[in-house]
C-alpha cells in the first residue's frame, strides 16, 4: 500500500493491477512512505438515496456539490430537501471549492477488512463552513504529518461506477 | 447484575434483563403482578413483559444509546405523576462480550451512517466517539496527561469496588504507554467490553416507604438528542445535548452545583467526563482537564465523580447509564462500595451514541418538601 504517486482517481482493490503492491514490504524505489490510496472501500462503498444523489453525482466528475439556502448564502451537510436553519426557505446545490482545514481525527490502529492501519478518520471543515468526515490521503498517517487547522484539498477516490468517495489530501504547495 | 469475570455466558440477552428484573423485584419485595410499567433498551418491552408476565399499562423503549435508562427513568417518573402507571420496572441486559442473542443496530448502505461516515473505516466507538476530542485538546490546551488522569483516578474508585474488572493501581506513564486504540486513545481510556444488567423499580414516594430497602427520590430529570452522525455536532468542544439535558434537570431540582454531593458521568471514554463537567457547569470551559488532574473528583475530593470505577475500570456492556444510576442509588443509600460519606444529592448524567443523545438524573436520599 505504499508507493508512488499516482492520479488521485483509483481504484486499488484485490485485482488491481496497478504499479505497486498492497503489500508494504514491496515498496517503488521512490517510495517516501506516503500513501496514495489507503484502503480497499469496495465493502463499505455508500449508496445514494434520491436526497443525496446530486451529491454523488458531482463527485464522480471530481466536483463537490453542496447545498446552501438561497436567502441566507448559508451552506448545509449533509444534503437533504431543506435548510435545517430554516425548512422554509429556498435551498439550491453549488460546487464546493474543495478546501478545508483538519478540524479533528483519530488515528485508528485497527482496521476494518479491506482497510489499512493504522489510518487516519478526520474531519474536515470546508471553506463554506460545514463539516464532513473523510480519511486524508497522500500522507504519513502520524501525528506528526497530521496538523490540526492544516489547509486540506478534496481528492476524490473511485471506489465503483455509482461511488466516488470525497478523501482529502494536503494541500498542495501548503 | 455484574460480575468480576465480566460474562455471563449462561444467560441470553433477554435473559440478562429478565434475571436483573427478578432482583430488581425481589430487592422491591414485590412480584410481577405489581409492576405495570416496562421500559427497556437491547430488547423490545414487549417481550420482556411477556417474558416476565407482567401485564403492562405503560410501554416505553426509546433505544437511544448508553442513556436510554436515564431517559426511562425520566419518562417513568412522568407517567408515574400522571397515573399512567403506579409501578414501572426497567430494564437492561446485555451480552456485549459474549455476544448471546444479541440483536444487531440498524443501518445500510443508503443510511446517513453509511454514506458519510462508515466509509471511512471506523471500528465502532473507539474511533468514533473519540473524534472531536483532538479539537478539545487544542482549543483550551488541554495535555494528553489530563486525559489520562481520567482512567488514573477512576481505577482509584475500582481498586475499591469488588465487582469491578479492572482493580490494579495504575500511573498517568502507564496509561500514555498502553496499547494504542485509535491515537489518542489507548487502551485504558477506552471502556471495557464486558456482560452485565441492571434494573430499577419507580414508584410513588408514598408507596416507596412500604418498601423493605431505602427509598431513593428523583429530584429532576433532563434529555435531549443532537446527531446520530459525531462529525455534525456543532461544537467539537462541547456537547449540546450535554448542555441541553443537564441543565433541564437542574432547574427541575431546583438545586445548584454545590449541592450536589456526588456525580457520575457515563465514561465511555476518557474525554466523556471532561465534557460532562463543563457541559453541566461544575466547571468552566476548558477546566475539566485541571479540576481532575488537581484531586477534586478523586476518593476524598471535593466533587467524587464515578465512583464505581466508570466504564473505564468498573464494567461496561455497552449501554452503560444503567450502571451509573445504580452507582447513584448506592450512594444514596449510602451501601456504595467506595461510600462518599454524608452524600445526599447524587446526578447521573448519561451520553447516548457518539454524542447523539443524553440524559441526566438527579436524585437524593431525602424527600423532596
Known amino acids: ?174 | 447484575m455484574v460480575s468480576p469475570e465480566g460474562v455471563f455466558p449462561e444467560y441470553s440477552q433477554l435473559g440478562l434483563h429478565a434475571e436483573a428484573a427478578r432482583r430488581a423485584m425481589q430487592d422491591a419485595g414485590i412480584g410481577p403482578k405489581d409492576i405495570d410499567g416496562v421500559a427497556c433498551a437491547g430488547a423490545s418491552p414487549t417481550e420482556t413483559a411477556f417474558y416476565l408476565g407482567i401485564t403492562p399499562t405503560y410501554v416505553d423503549g426509546p433505544s437511544v444509546g448508553g442513556c436510554s435508562f436515564m431517559l426511562h427513568v425520566r419518562h417513568a417518573v412522568a407517567a408515574i405523576e400522571s397515573g399512567l402507571a403506579t409501578t414501572v420496572l426497567i430494564t437492561h441486559g446485555e451480552s456485549g462480550k459474549s455476544g448471546i442473542g444479541r440483536g444487531g443496530f440498524p443501518g445500510g448502505r443508503q443510511s446517513l451512517n453509511a454514506q458519510f461516515e462508515a466509509w471511512t473505516g471506523p471500528m465502532g466507538p473507539p474511533t468514533m466517539f473519540t473524534i472531536p476530542v483532538m479539537r478539545y485538546l487544542k482549543t483550551y490546551n488541554v495535555s494528553l496527561e489530563q486525559l489520562a488522569m481520567v482512567a488514573v483516578v477512576q481505577r482509584e474508585y475500582a481498586a475499591r469496588n469488588p465487582n469491578a474488572r479492572m482493580k490494579d493501581p495504575m500511573t498517568v506513564e502507564d496509561v500514555l504507554n498502553a496499547r494504542m486504540i485509535a491515537y489518542p486513545f489507548t487502551l485504558p481510556m477506552c471502556c471495557l467490553v464486558t456482560d452485565g444488567s441492571g434494573a430499577l423499580i419507580l414508584t410513588a414516594s408514598d408507596r416507596a416507604k412500604d418498601f423493605p430497602t431505602k427509598p431513593v427520590y428523583i429530584l429532576g430529570t433532563g434529555e435531549s438528542v443532537e446527531t446520530p452522525l459525531v462529525s455534525q455536532m456543532e461544537d467539537f468542544t462541547s456537547s449540546r445535548a450535554f448542555r441541553v439535558a443537564g441543565p433541564t434537570a437542574f432547574r427541575e431540582a431546583g438545586i445548584k452545583h454545590d449541592d450536589v454531593d456526588h456525580l457520575m458521568i457515563y465514561d465511555a471514554f476518557a474525554h466523556l467526563p471532561l465534557y460532562g463537567l463543563e457541559d453541566l457547569g461544575f466547571v468552566g470551559k476548558g477546566e475539566a482537564g485541571a479540576f481532575i488532574s488537581d484531586g477534586n473528583t478523586r476518593p476524598g475530593g471535593k466533587l467524587p465523580l464515578n465512583t464505581n470505577g466508570g466504564g473505564l475500570s468498573y464494567t461496561h456492556s455497552g449501554m452503560y447509564g444503567m450502571y451509573a444510576l445504580q452507582e447513584s442509588v448506592r450512594q444514596m443509600r449510602g451501601t456504595a462500595p467506595a461510600q462518599v460519606a454524608g452524600a445526599k444529592i447524587s446526578v447521573a448524567h448519561g451520553v447516548g451514541g457518539m454524542f447523539a443523545a443524553s440524559g441526566t438524573v438527579i436524585m437524593s436520599n431525602e424527600k423532596p418538601s
Open chain 1, 1 to 174: 500500500m505504499w508507493g508512488l504517486h499516482l492520479p488521485k482517481v483509483h481504484v486499488h482493490g484485490r485485482h488491481c493491477d496497478c504499479i505497486h503492491s498492497r503489500n508494504p514490504s514491496a515498496k517503488g524505489p521512490d517510495s517516501k512512505l506516503w500513501q496514495v490510496s489507503l484502503h480497499d472501500y469496495s465493502r463499505m462503498a455508500p449508496q445514494a438515496t434520491p436526497e443525496t444523489r446530486p451529491y454523488w453525482d458531482g463527485l464522480k466528475e471530481g466536483k463537490l456539490m453542496i447545498q446552501r439556502n438561497k436567502q441566507t448564502g448559508k451552506a448545509y451537510f449533509p444534503p437533504r430537501p431543506f435548510d435545517p436553519a430554516d425548512p422554509f426557505a429556498e435551498v439550491e446545490w453549488f460546487q464546493a471549492s474543495g478546501k478545508g482545514i483538519l478540524l479533528s481525527y483519530v488515528i485508528s490502529h485497527r482496521a476494518p477488512p479491506g482497510y489499512e492501519a493504522p489510518f487516519s478518520i478526520a474531519v474536515v471543515e470546508l471553506e463554506e463552513g460545514v463539516k464532513m468526515m473523510t480519511n486524508i490521503i497522500d500522507c504519513p498517517q502520524t501525528p506528526e504529518a497530521l496538523q490540526l487547522d492544516m489547509p486540506l484539498e478534496l481528492a476524490p477516490t473511485k471506489v465503483n461506477d455509482d461511488i466516488t468517495l470525497p478523501t482529502w489530501r494536503p494541500a498542495k504547495g501548503a
